[in-house]
C-alpha cells in the first residue's frame, strides 16, 4: 500500500510504483485529497494497476472504502512523499483522511519517506514527530541533501525510488527470512520449591524473550515460547506456549523441542540452584537458631543445547552482568556454544529486570562487538532478530 501526501515529490510515486508492479508487487494507492493537485489519479491506477482510494466513501453509490480492510491487505504501508503536515498528523494519531485511517489500522510495517523544505525538515516540531514515529516502530527513509523545490539547497528531498525499492526489498528480505523456521525461546523466571508455598526466584520479568517471541512470530516463524512464571501474555497466534515453573522443568521443555528448532534463544533467568529437598509440608518457624537450605545444581539448558548443536542451528544467549561484563559475556559466548551473546549490564540505566527498555551489546563468537543505543524491548527483539537472520544467511540455514 502506497499513501501519496501533496508534496512535489509525488511525481516520484510514477516510477516507484512503476517498479513495485514490474517487480511482481500487488500495488493500491492511497492519495490525501491535496496529493491529486500533485500527481493525477488516472497516472496512479494506470501504473498501479487497481483503482485510487482517496474519500471514505465513494459519494455516487456509498461504497465504502474500508480503512481496516486496506491496513490488513498491506504487507507494507509506504508513505511516500510523507509532508510535515501528514507526519505530525500521524505522530498524534489524527484521523482525518483515508490515508491516515489506514496508518491508525495498519498491522503491517510503515515506511514513511520525508520530503519538505530544509528548514522545515530541520524544525524541532518535524524532527520531534519523526522522533516519536520512530518510537512507535515505523521506518524512516532519510530524505536525502540537494537541490530543492524552493530553489534552496539542504536536506528534504524525498529519497530516490530506486533507493527507496531497495530498502524495502532488502527489509522484505531481512523480515522474512525465518517465514516457516522454527525458533524456540525460553523466557521468563524459574521458581525451585522449597515447600508448598516458598520458592526460591528472581526479578526477571519475562519482557525481552516475550518480545522476542512477537518479533519471531510477526516475521512468520513458529514459535515455542518455553516460560517460566509470568503474567505476561501472548498476542501472535503463531506461538506455541509451553508453561513452567522450575529449570528442571524448562530443561525436559526445551531438550524435548531442541532437535526440530532452527534458531534457540535462550532467555530465561534460569535459577542455578535448587533446594536439595522439597518439603511436603509447610516448614514451620523454629523458635531458635539459623535455618540452611541445602542447594544442588540446576542442569545448565544452554550449555546442554550447545554441545547438541547441529550445525545449521543458531543459539543466543544472554548475559545480564553487574561487572567485568565484556570478559564474562565472551567467555559465556564460547562456553556455551552460542552463535552470539546478547550482553546487557546493570549499571546501565533502563537496562535489565522489570523495565520496558534494554541497552545492548551483541559479542559474536567471531570476535565482533556491536553496541545499541537504550531502546524500548521491542525495539531491541528487532535488533536481536535481524543479528539472528544475518548468522542464519551466513548458515545458509
Ligand atoms: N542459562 C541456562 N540454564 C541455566 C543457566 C543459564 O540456559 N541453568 C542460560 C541463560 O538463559 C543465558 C545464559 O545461559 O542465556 C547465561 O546465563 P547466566 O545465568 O548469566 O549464566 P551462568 O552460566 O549461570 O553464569 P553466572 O555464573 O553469571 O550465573
Redesign the pocket.
Known amino acids: 500500500m502506497l499513501g501519496i501526501t501533496g508534496g512535489i515529490a509525488a511525481y516520484k510515486c510514477a516510477p516507484l510504483v512503476r517498479e513495485f508492479v514490474k517487480r511482481g508487487a500487488e500495488v493500491k494507492v492511497v492519495m490525501t485529497p491535496l496529493a491529486k493537485q500533485f500527481i493525477t489519479p488516472l497516472t496512479m491506477a494506470t501504473l498501479s494497476k487497481n483503482p485510487i482510494l482517496v474519500d471514505f466513501f465513494n459519494p455516487e453509490n456509498g461504497e465504502w472504502n474500508s480503512h481496516v480492510n486496506l491496513g490488513m491487505w498491506a504487507d507494507v504501508y509506504l508513505i511516500a512523499p510523507a509532508t510535515a503536515n501528514t507526519i505530525g498528523k500521524m505522530a498524534n494519531g489524527v484521523a482525518d483522511n483515508l490515508l491516515l485511517t489506514s496508518y491508525l489500522s495498519a498491522k503491517c510495517p510503515v515506511f514513511f519517506a520525508p520530503a519538505m523544505d530544509l528548514d522545515m525538515y530541520k524544525h524541532p516540531a518535524v524532527q520531534k514527530n519523526i522522533a516519536t514515529l520512530i518510537s512507535y516502530g515505523n521506518h524512516v527513509i532519510e530524505p536525502g541533501t540537494g537541490f530543492l523545490a524552493s530553489g534552496l539547497e539542504g536536506k528534504g528531498r524525498m529519497a530516490e525510488p530506486a533507493d527507496i525499492f531497495v530498502i524495502l526489498d532488502s527489509f522484505f528480505d531481512t523480515n522474512r527470512y525465518l517465514a516457516g523456521k522454527r525458533v524456540m525461546i525460553?523466557a521468563g523466571p524459574?521458581y525451585e520449591k522449597i515447600d508448598p508455598v516458598r520458592f526460591i526466584g528472581n526479578y526477571s520479568s519475562g519482557k525481552m524473550g516475550f518480545a522476542l517471541a512477537e518479533e519471531c512470530a510477526d516475521r512468520g516463524a513458529e514459535v515455542t515460547l518455553i516460560a517460566g512464571p509470568t503474567s505476561l501474555k501472548t498476542v501472535n497466534e503463531k506461538i506455541t506456549r509451553i508453561n513452567v515453573e522450575s529449570?528442571q522443568q524448562?530443561?525436559d521443555a526445551?531438550v524435548e523441542n531442541s532437535s526440530v528448532a532452527d534458531v534457540q534463544?535462550?532467555?530465561?533467568?534460569?535459577?542455578?540452584y535448587r533446594p536439595s529437598v522439597v518439603a511436603d509440608k509447610k516448614i514451620k518457624r523454629e523458635k531458635t537458631g539459623e535455618m540452611t537450605l541445602t542447594l544442588v545444581?540446576?542442569?545448565?539448558?544452554?550449555?546442554?543445547?550447545g554441545k547438541i548443536k547441529r550445525e545449521n542451528q543458531v543459539n543466543?544467549?544472554?548475559?545480564?552482568?553487574t561487572n567485568d561484563e565484556a570478559t564474562?559475556a565472551k567467555d559465556?559466548c564460547s562456553?556455551?556454544n552460542?552463535d552470539f551473546?546478547?550482553m546487557n549490564s546493570l549499571k546501565d540505566k533502563g537496562a535489565g529486570f522489570q523495565v520496558d527498555t534494554n541497552k545492548i551489546t551483541i559479542f559474536t563468537v567471531g570476535g565482533d562487538i556491536k553496541e545499541y543505543p537504550l531502546k524500548t524491548k521491542k525495539e531491541v527483539a528487532a535488533d536481536i532478530v535481524d543479528a539472528v537472520v544475518e548468522i542464519a544467511k551466513k548458515k545458509g540455514l
Not at 316 to 321: D, I, K, S, Y
Open positions: 525460553t524459574t529449570a524448562m530443561y526445551a534463544i535462550l532467555c530465561a533467568a534460569v535459577a542455578d545444581p540446576n542442569p545448565d539448558i544452554a550449555a546442554a543445547l543466543v544467549g544472554f548475559a545480564l552482568e564474562n559465556k562456553r556455551k552460542f551473546i546478547v
